[in-house]
């Protein structure tokens, strides 16, 4: 993909699209052992000075918001760690969105592992309304396991003390844990102790990753991929990914619908109820959600940042061309067109579409490759919460709150069989009020 078409995809480009912007390119002061972008530095061999300089930073803010022909824009910030940068450069990056908004609302997130946050990160934070994401993977020992810093020294009491900084300036954030060998079996746990520090609002991401020993440049190899290589010793395995899900699912179902939000269980509702799931790894096909290095290099998504991926440079061709371009409306309708028959044919597929491509490197049942590493997990999760997805579903399409599930729930494993017995016009023991055959009993 050195080459290009720079064609515009004229329906795509009336939609928003999205870059991840790494700013400081893979850099960071720690050396977590899962992290995929520490080596994407042997990408750049002959970079000394790792940043975005300020003429690339300009022409991206004034691109990306021309780019788009929607109201509001959402500029995404991660690395490595962008942090490194210090607070100047993203000053400078809001003045350069202030200059070039042009009445457009403007928003910021920052994905950050938090060890190097402090006041004046917090009070620049809170001013310019930026949402953070934290990286936490579960308490101090689960945490430890694999986020490290350069000599191998733990983190958690850094990323902590971060996190103080951000609730004392009143910064909006939300954490980001990876799901790997060392916290897959203790979900209730993870679960428990994002809450009790403070997150209302989570992310659970899957950690696969293939190593190959060939003299390439990169040891953990791109999806595509046909030579030798093995699954790393961090990944998670896929039914335990399912169960994990599955299990914080069960705690969240009983007391915290609408207290403490999820990031996979909002996306599955919008499935259920009939939305295309807004998460590119569960959407029919992708392609709309790029990533940027550093000097201005643009390729086609967070997990493909290797050469035969590169869609151009924005100092070279403007973004929205790179973005609309048809290479890349190709490789987001691959995600599609290469779903094996048994992805095609599955009971969750409206709900899952294959996941992320990245992932399919194994072999259906019946011998086709393409199949999703994560599959068994996914079809246990997904099965595993169908009954109370269609509950909180059919409460969304009739304007009422999808937290009524907690009081279906309650009643149901309080009643059990007994259910049967209850007359349709007693009332309700959820405590609402209404005749059972009208509240609980309906359902």
Not at 68 to 97: C, M
Not at 155 to 161: A, E, L
Not at 323 to 343: I, M, N, R
Not at 426 to 443: L, R
Request: some cysteine.
């Amino acid at each position: 993909m050195s080459t290009i078409s720079l064609s515009r995809n004229t329906t795509a480009a009336r939609r928003g699209f999205h870059v991840m912007t790494k700013a400081t390119g893979p850099i960071c002061n720690l050396d977590c052992k899962y992290c995929y972008y520490l080596e994407k530095e042997n990408l750049y061999p002959e970079t000394k000075n790792w940043g975005m300089n300020e003429d690339t930073l300009e022409r991206y803010v004034k691109q990306y918001i021309e780019g788009q022909d929607v109201p509001e824009i959402h500029f995404a910030w991660q690395g490595g760690e962008p942090t490194i940068l210090g607070v100047d450069f993203f000053r400078k990056a809001v003045e350069f969105q202030k200059q070039y908004a042009n009445g457009k609302t403007i928003t910021n997130a920052l994905q950050t592992n938090g060890t190097l946050l402090d006041d004046e990160w917090g009070a620049f934070l809170s001013e310019h309304q930026f949402l953070i994401g934290l990286s936490v993977d579960g308490p101090r020992a689960i945490h430890d396991e694999y986020r490290v810093d350069k000599g191998g020294r733990s983190s958690f009491d850094r990323v902590m003390r971060g996190l103080d900084f951000l609730k004392k300036h009143n910064v909006e954030f939300n954490t980001l844990t990876c799901v790997h060998r060392a916290n897959q079996n203790k979900p209730i746990d993870v679960y428990r102790f994002l809450k009790d520090i403070g997150s209302r609002y989570m992310q659970f991401i899957p950690i696969v990753e293939r190593t190959a020993d060939a003299p390439e440049t990169l040891k953990l190899v791109q999806p595509d991929y046909e030579g030798d290589a093995r699954l790393s010793y961090w990944s998670v395995r896929p039914l335990a990914y399912g169960k994990f899900l599955s299990a914080i699912f069960d705690e969240w179902v009983r007391k915290d619908v609408g207290r403490y939000f999820v990031q996979i269980f909002d996306v599955a509702l919008q499935a259920w109820v009939g939305m295309e799931p807004g998460l590119c790894v569960f959407a029919e096909t992708c392609g709309n959600a790029l990533v940027m290095e550093h000097n201005g290099d643009l390729f086609s998504c967070d997990h493909y940042v290797y050469p035969d991926f590169k869609v151009g440079n924005i100092n070279d061709a403007p973004l929205r061309e790179l973005v609309h371009s048809e290479v890349q409306a190709a490789f987001g309708e691959a995600k599609k067109s290469t779903l094996p028959k048994y992805c095609v044919e599955c009971e969750v597929r409206f709900a899952c579409n294959g996941e992320c491509p990245k992932h399919r490197f194994i072999e259906t049942p019946d011998g086709e490759a393409g199949l999703n590493y994560l599959c068994a997990g996914y079809k246990h999760f997904f099965n595993h919460i169908d009954p109370h997805m269609k509950f909180m579903a059919g409460e969304v399409k009739a304007g009422r709150p999808a937290a009524n599930v907690m009081r279906y729930v309650a009643v149901d494993s309080a009643l059990g069989d007994k259910a049967q017995a209850l007359s349709p016009n007693a009332a309700c023991p959820c405590g609402s009020g209404k005749k059972y055959k009208k509240c609980c009993g309906a359902a």
